[in-house]
Structure formats: structure tokens, C-alpha cells
């Protein structure tokens, strides 16, 4: 049984391959759980959309059941509901703000809709508590690759400086790995070759990093283009792969470091926070810690669990929407597949009933 107080906010996320879901109270994460349908896409090498819906109309009730448990709760327990309703997948993210209306109108609670890579920045707070203001967040995901800027996030627009121009940078990790003969997903496939290989090996391009390029852009479309050249000269021998990985890994950690560092110093901004799945690269990891510790810049990177899509980063920003007093979402609330980032609380409204109302 919950005890008085803030409401515990069940937080559900269905953007992607992942059926995530969360229970969080006073920033205080009580229980989640996650279900993949990630082993349903490898043999495609990609995440495919209608797999991926179907996966989360199976896995969403017992997700939600194993969150409660984990927690101790029961459904009377909840007191709001948060849901991702972009940017994702169309009808992944369906699936979740189905179930998530459903939940909310059953049990009379108010609605959220979130931003997923506000879930992302607010992971962080369920491991390291708030989030100083202001703060910088470099995202880092097999969908995004984002600089923000970050104030209040529950309050404040989010000032969106960067993304990449083409692939993100676990997507390049993804690709590339496919090329080197790595299995799906390529990042950690990527990471754990990489131990044996040698960073220096092959000299990969740092993409836009020259003095006239956009400081806060990414691109990693041609140096996914470069490692595979790379390992096109090595047909009929054997690919070095170690040396590629760690190479590669070298690349992409090296850019994502040195253009997150560089704008928390442009902006004046103590700390760092490293969220999306591609924050658990060891080189990422390592590289920030270095580069931070040099710039007097803190560090913040959530653990393994919470860097990966999942219901806990959702609640934690509907707990935050609720203690600051947020508007709850209609319930004829809709989904944005491509939703800008502006604010945390996303709450399109369908169409139709806004043309009747
Ligand atoms: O945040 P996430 O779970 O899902 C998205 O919203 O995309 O990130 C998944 C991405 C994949 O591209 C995966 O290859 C990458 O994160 N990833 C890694 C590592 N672990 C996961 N990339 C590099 N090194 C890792 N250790
Ligand atoms: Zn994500």
C-alpha cells in the first residue's frame, strides 16, 4: 500500500523494441520492468514496426503486473499515468498510449504524454537525484544523437543545440557492426571486440569537426561509410576486426566527448549528463570522465538499466510533470511519431476531436 503524500506515477514506454514500465514516486524509482523484442529482429538486422507493435499489445499487462510486484503496489495504488507519445515508432507508440488511456480512464487518474528523449534526460534523476539548472545532455541512442540544453525540465523549454544530420550514433554502431560481421545490436558487439583491438589502428574521420562546422552537429553517415571501405580492402583475407571496432569506437567516442565538453564550456555549464543506450559504451564512458575531469566538468551518467528505453525514465518525468503542478493530457491525447523536442510533457491532441470541439 502507498502511503500519503505525491502521487505513485506509473510511467509506460512502447516507443521501440522495448515495453517498459515504471513506478516512481518523489523521484524515487519503486519498481520497472522492461520486456524486448529485440531477438524477434535480428535475423532482419533492424528493428521492424509491425513486429514491434505486436510485441508490445503482448507484453504491456504483464510488464506493468511485474512493475507492480517489484514495487509491492497494486493497480489501486496508482496515482497517475505517464505515456511516451513521441517520437517513435507509429504504432508502437499506439500500443502504449492505448493501454496507458486505458489505465488512466479505469482507474480515474490524470493522463501525461511525454517526450521520449525527456524520459531519457530524466533517467538520470532516479539514480543521482535532481538535475542541477542548468545542465547540458548529450543523447546518445540507436534513434538520436542530441545536444540539450536543459533548465527545469518539468517547466522550462528544452533548447534543442544539435542533432546529427543523417545516422545516429548507435545506428553507426549498428551498421557497421553488420559490415564487420558482428551481431545485432552492434554496439555491444562493437564495445566488446573493440578489448582486443588497437584505437589507433585505423585513422577513421572525425565528422564536423572542423573549424567552419556547425560545433553542435553530428554526422555519422560517412565515417559508417568509411568503416566499411575499410573492410572492402580486406576482402579474401581476414578482417582485423578487433583493431576496426576499437577504431571505430575511438571515432565516434572522440566526436560525441569533445562536442559535448565544448558546448558545456560555450554555455557555461558545470555538468555533463551522457543518456541513450550508446551511453553505455565503455569508450564513451571513459572518454567523457576524462575529458570532464580536465574541463572541471561533473559528470553524470545513469547505470546500464536506465540508459536503455524503459518505463522507470518515463514515470520519472510524469512524477516530475505532477509535482509542478503540470496540466494532465485529454484523453483524446494522440501520438507524434516525430515529435520536436520543446518540452518534456507532450500532449498533441487527435485531430478529429479537435475539428469537433
Ligand atoms: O536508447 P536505446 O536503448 O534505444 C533507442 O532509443 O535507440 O539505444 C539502443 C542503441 C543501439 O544502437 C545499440 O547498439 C546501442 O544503443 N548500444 C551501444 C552499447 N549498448 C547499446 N552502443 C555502443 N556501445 C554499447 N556498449
Ligand atoms: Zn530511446
Given at each position: 500500500m502507498a502511503s500519503p503524500g505525491s502521487p505513485v506515477v506509473l510511467g509506460i514506454e512502447s516507443s521501440c523494441d522495448e515495453t517498459g514500465a515504471g513506478l516512481v514516486r518523489d523521484g524515487r524509482l519503486l519498481g520497472h520492468a522492461v520486456a524486448s523484442s529485440m531477438d524477434e529482429h535480428a535475423r532482419y538486422g533492424g528493428v521492424v514496426p509491425e513486429i514491434a507493435a505486436r510485441a508490445h499489445v503482448h507484453s504491456l499487462t504483464p510488464v506493468v503486473r511485474r512493475a507492480l510486484d517489484e514495487a509491492g503496489?497494486?493497480?489501486?495504488?496508482?496515482g497517475a499515468v505517464a505515456v511516451t507519445t513521441g517520437p517513435g515508432l507509429s504504432g508502437a507508440l499506439q500500443v502504449g498510449l492505448a493501454g496507458a488511456k486505458g489505465l488512466a480512464y479505469g482507474l480515474g487518474v490524470p493522463l501525461y504524454g511525454v517526450h521520449h528523449l525527456a524520459g531519457h534526460v530524466a533517467a538520470d534523476t532516479l539514480e543521482h537525484g535532481p538535475l542541477p539548472d542548468p545542465c547540458m545532455v548529450l543523447i546518445v541512442s540507436g534513434g538520436h544523437t542530441s545536444l540539450l540544453l536543459v533548465r527545469?525540465?518539468?517547466?522550462d523549454p528544452i533548447v534543442h543545440l544539435g542533432d546529427t544530420l543523417d545516422d545516429a550514433a548507435g545506428e553507426c554502431f549498428d551498421k557497421v557492426a553488420r559490415v564487420f560481421g558482428l551481431p545485432y545490436p552492434g554496439g555491444p558487439a562493437i564495445d566488446r571486440a573493440a578489448r582486443e583491438g588497437d584505437p589507433k589502428a585505423v585513422a577513421f574521420p572525425r565528422p564536423l569537426?572542423?573549424?567552419?562546422?556547425?560545433?553542435y552537429g553530428f554526422s555519422f553517415s560517412g565515417l559508417k561509410t568509411a568503416a566499411a571501405r575499410w573492410a572492402e580492402r580486406h576482402a579474401g583475407q581476414e578482417l582485423p576486426v578487433a583493431d576496426g571496432a576499437a577504431s571505430l569506437q575511438e571515432a565516434v567516442a572522440d566526436v560525441l566527448t569533445r562536442k559535448a565538453v565544448a558546448a558545456c564550456k560555450e554555455h557555461g555549464v558545470r555538468t555533463l549528463v551522457v543518456v541513450g543506450g550508446v551511453a553505455a559504451n565503455s569508450r564513451v564512458r571513459s572518454l567523457a570522465e576524462e575529458r570532464c575531469q580536465a574541463a572541471g566538468i561533473t559528470l553524470r551518467v545513469p547505470p546500464l538499466r536506465l540508459c536503455t528505453d524503459n518505463g522507470a525514465m518515463i514515470a520519472a518525468v510524469g512524477d516530475l510533470l505532477v509535482r509542478a503542478g503540470a496540466e494532465p493530457a485529454p484523453l483524446n491525447l494522440s501520438i507524434d511519431p516525430s515529435a520536436p523536442l520543446e518540452y518534456a510533457a507532450l500532449h498533441p491532441v487527435a485531430r478529429a476531436a479537435q475539428a469537433v470541439a
Open positions: 503496489l497494486t493497480m489501486a495504488d496508482i527545469d525540465l518539468a517547466r569537426t572542423g573549424p567552419r562546422d556547425d560545433p
